[in-house]
């Protein structure tokens, strides 16, 4: 049945528009295929949202029924710009829309955002499960540190604003004047170490038991006590023969 000019047809309740078998609810045809929403608004409004897409489903056993979703033109910055598509969502059993997807008139795309102060700007935590390239990494605010978290969301390490790096804490303690600072933290008392390690060998830089360490691999090379009544002390523990004699347990001992 023609229903309106020579390239609109309606078929069972379909509707084509340069076409005779309509396939959907309605179905255009032509070398562009182009839909056009037009607000007759000459003034709009900050906020105002201009053209919309709604998306209703009527199964009373699911809520919220009428309106699910939504895809709308909207002016933001005070009518400076136009071209801003948000994409709204709703999610059981809440009635009311969440921006879940903004896309700016400048390029920004913001997730739970619709004011993106960058090209992705995301509130909320984000899963990447293939690789990510930056060229360089920065806080989420001035003044902030770069945090690291394993999967559990506890924090394990962060770069402060200053630049310092601390690994297992929160706060740097007793930072030294004379540059950046590398603290590995503890809070049991196990102590903490740094390895440094190449294809052949393994130096370890540790605390313990109140002693801090010096260690090829497993064996101990330096010892300075930080027990009280030895605090200060430097030992050299005897491992094979030397060439010290006598029954003293380190080679050097300096009180």
């Known amino acids: 049945v023609i229903s309106g000019g020579e390239n609109s047809y309606l078929m069972g309740g379909n509707v084509g528009i340069g076409t005779t078998s309509s396939s959907s609810i309605l179905h255009l045809k032509s070398d562009t295929s182009t839909i056009t929403l037009e607000s007759s608004d000459t003034s709009l409004g900050p906020d105002q949202v201009w053209a919309s897409l709604d998306f209703k489903q009527n199964d009373s056993s699911q809520t919220p029924v009428g309106s699910v979703a939504n895809i709308s033109a ?108 590398l603290q590995i933290i503890n809070s049991g008392s196990n102590g903490a170490s740094l390895s440094i390690k190449d294809s052949n060998n393994e130096y370890n830089l540790a605390t313990y038991n109140g002693n801090f360490l010096i260690s090829d691999g497993i064996e101990e090379r330096l010892i300075i006590s930080g027990i009280a009544a030895n605090a200060g002390q430097l030992q050299l523990p005897a491992y094979g023969s030397g060439s010290f004699t006598g029954t003293e347990t380190y080679f050097l001992a300096v009180t």
Request: proline share 5%; charged share 15%; hydrophobic share 35%.
């Open 74 to 181: 909207i002016a933001k910055a005070g009518n400076t710009n136009f071209g801003n598509l948000l994409f709204q969502t709703k999610s059981r059993p809440a009635d009311t829309y969440n921006d879940t997807l903004f896309l700016s008139s400048s390029g920004n795309v913001g997730i739970n955002q619709v004011s993106p102060s960058e090209k992705l700007h995301v509130v909320g935590d984000a899963l990447i499960t293939g690789d990510s390239h930056a060229d360089a990494f920065k806080p989420a605010a001035t003044g902030e540190p770069i945090k690291f978290k394993n999967f559990g969301s506890t924090e394990v390490a962060r770069i402060t604003d200053g630049g310092n790096l601390l690994i297992g804490g929160t706060t740097l303690t007793n930072p030294q004047s004379w540059g950046k600072n």
